[in-house]
């Protein structure tokens, strides 16, 4: 057994630090349908690449499919601190499918 008496030397450090210039993104999908033989499918895919120049570019993608007795779906999306962002989405349904995407493109420069 060690018993160690004297930790001074340790120094504190917080738990949070601000970063600045940070991005987020989060894409979230959701779908439901009820009855014998229903389908649902969610996908959501994001990625980045920053350059050497600092540039950060984030392609993202989200799917919700729900096929059966009243069918749900529902996409949704957040970004924060990106200087330019393009975000397309379409629903299409009917009386036992529904359809939803979200497709973002976004750039974030130093």
Known sequence: MMLINDL??????QENDLIFGGADIFIVANATAGGNN???LTDVNIDSTTKKNGVSKVTGTGLAI???EDPTVDTDYGLEGFDRAKVK????GGDNYAIETVRIKATDRP
């Open 38 to 40: 229903s389908l649902t």
């Open 89 to 92: 989405t379409r629903y299409r």
């Open 66 to 68: 729900a096929i059966g």
């Open 8 to 13: 001074s030397y340790l120094k504190n450090t």
